[in-house]
C-alpha cells in the first residue's frame, strides 16, 4: 500500500513538471500569456520604445551592475501571493527574473482591493491562478511554477521541500533564493526549518497588523541568525495563533506600507543575486517617522533548530579553512545614545 501511494506521489510530481513545461512553451505572440509580445529570447540594450528592457540595461552603462543579463539566470520562490508577495512578485517579473516559483492556498477577495496588484474580476480565484495569469501578461518571457496549497501540512511540506531543491531554473537544481511574505508565524517557521534543513538561503518579510511597519531580513543559514534563533513571543511561547484572533476583528492594511515593503525586499534581492551594493541582513520601516533601521544577528549557538545549529558548525569550519587574510573582521557593534529601540546597529 505504502509503495502505491508512493509512486502515485512520483507520478504526480511528474505530472505537473510536464504540466509546467508545457505553460511555458508558448507560442510566441499567441496570445496564451502572451501579453501582446512575443518573447524576446536576449535582452537587448537598445534605446527604442519597443524594447521593455533598456531602461533595466541602461543599469549596465551607468556602472551599477556590471551584467543585468544575469537576472534571466535566477529562480526565485515566492511563499505567500498577498499585499507583499503579489507585489514582490510583479516587481521580479518586470525585472526579468529567469523563473517564479508561487506558493500560496487563499483565494482572491473583494477585502483584498484596498491593496495592489489583485482586481475585482479575480475574485473567488486562487492567488496563484489569478497571479500566474496577469504575470504573464505584463512578461512572457518569465516561466512561473505554481503551487496551490498550505506548505505548512506534512504532505505539502515534502512537496515544498522537493520544489525548493529541484525547481531551480533547470529542472533538478535547486532555487537560487526562497522569498517569505506569508502572514502569520507558523507558515514562516516552516519555511525556516525548511531552508536550514536545505541549507537554502531565504529573505523573510513582513507588515505589522497596524500597518504602519515592516521589516525585510536576509537569513543565511549557519551565518546569520535564523527565524528560530531569536523568535517573536508567540513562537517562543507556543501560543497558538488562532487563539489571537478575533471574529469580526482583522489587521489594518495599507498598499503604502506594502508597497514599501515589497520594494526594499525586491531591490535587497537584486542586489544579492546581481551582487551590486550592500544588501541589509535586517531593513525596517516605521512610517510614522520614517525611520529605516538596520542590524545583523548573528545565530543562536542554543537554537532549538538542530538543522540551525548543523549548518552554525558547517560555517565554522568554512571560515576556519579560508586563508588568513579572506577572513573579514568583525564590525563593531555600536549602541546610538538616541535610538528609542535600544537596538544594536552594525556600520
Given at each position: 500500500m505504502a509503495e502505491s501511494?508512493?509512486?502515485?506521489?512520483?507520478?504526480?510530481?511528474?505530472?505537473?513538471?510536464?504540466?509546467?513545461?508545457e505553460r511555458n512553451r508558448r507560442v510566441p505572440g499567441s496570445g496564451e500569456g502572451g501579453g501582446g509580445r512575443v518573447r524576446?529570447?536576449?535582452?537587448?540594450?537598445?534605446?527604442?520604445?519597443s524594447n521593455p528592457y533598456s531602461r533595466l540595461m541602461a543599469l549596465k552603462r551607468m556602472g551599477i551592475v556590471s551584467d543585468y543579463e544575469k537576472i534571466?539566470?535566477?529562480?526565485?520562490?515566492?511563499?505567500?501571493?498577498?499585499?507583499?508577495?503579489?507585489?514582490?512578485?510583479?516587481?521580479?517579473?518586470?525585472?526579468?527574473?529567469?523563473?517564479l516559483l508561487l506558493f500560496d492556498y487563499d483565494k482572491v477577495e473583494l477585502a483584498n482591493m484596498n491593496r495592489l496588484f489583485f482586481q475585482p474580476h479575480q475574485a473567488g480565484l486562487s492567488k496563484?491562478?489569478?497571479?500566474?495569469?496577469?504575470?504573464?501578461?505584463?512578461?512572457?518571457?518569465?516561466?512561473?511554477?505554481v503551487h496551490n496549497y498550505n506548505i505548512?501540512?506534512?504532505?505539502?511540506?515534502?512537496?515544498f521541500m522537493d520544489r525548493i531543491s529541484n525547481g531551480g531554473l533547470e529542472e533538478g537544481k535547486?532555487?537560487?533564493?526562497?522569498?517569505?511574505?506569508?502572514?502569520?508565524?507558523?507558515?514562516?517557521?516552516?519555511?525556516?526549518?525548511?531552508?536550514?534543513?536545505?541549507?537554502?538561503t531565504w529573505m523573510?518579510?513582513?507588515?505589522s497588523e497596524n500597518a504602519v511597519s515592516g521589516h525585510m531580513q536576509l537569513i543565511i543559514p549557519g551565518e546569520s541568525a535564523c527565524f528560530a534563533c531569536a523568535p517573536p513571543l508567540v513562537v517562543a511561547?507556543?501560543?497558538?495563533?488562532?487563539?489571537?484572533k478575533r471574529e469580526g476583528v482583522c489587521a489594518a492594511s495599507l498598499p503604502t506600507t506594502m508597497g514599501v515593503v515589497a520594494g526594499i525586499l525586491v531591490q535587497n534581492v537584486l542586489k544579492f543575486l546581481l551582487n551590486f551594493g550592500t544588501v541589509s541582513f535586517y531593513l525596517g520601516y516605521n512610517a510614522m517617522q520614517d525611520f529605516f533601521p538596520t542590524m545583523s544577528m548573528k545565530p543562536n549557538p542554543q537554537c532549538d533548530d538542530r538543522n540551525c545549529r548543523k549548518q552554525q558548525e558547517e560555517y565554522k569550519k568554512k571560515v576556519a579553512a579560508l586563508p588568513k587574510q579572506e577572513v573579514m573582521q568583525e564590525e563593531e557593534e555600536i549602541i546610538h545614545e538616541d535610538n528609542e529601540w535600544a537596538r544594536r546597529f552594525c556600520h
Open positions: 501511494v508512493e509512486r502515485l506521489q512520483q507520478r504526480v510530481q511528474e505530472l505537473e513538471r510536464e504540466l509546467a513545461q524576446i529570447e536576449k535582452m537587448s540594450s537598445e534605446v527604442v520604445d534571466r539566470t535566477f529562480a526565485v520562490a515566492i511563499v505567500g501571493v498577498g499585499g507583499v508577495g503579489s507585489v514582490t512578485a510583479e516587481m521580479l517579473t518586470r525585472c526579468g527574473i529567469g523563473k496563484v491562478q489569478a497571479a500566474e495569469h496577469t504575470l504573464r501578461n505584463i512578461n512572457p518571457d518569465v516561466l512561473f511554477e505548512t501540512t506534512v504532505e505539502n511540506f515534502q512537496h535547486p532555487v537560487d533564493l526562497v522569498l517569505s511574505c506569508v502572514d502569520n508565524f507558523e507558515a514562516r517557521m516552516t519555511i525556516n526549518t525548511a531552508c536550514n534543513e536545505l541549507g537554502q523573510e518579510s513582513g507588515v511561547a507556543n501560543i497558538d495563533e488562532k487563539t489571537l
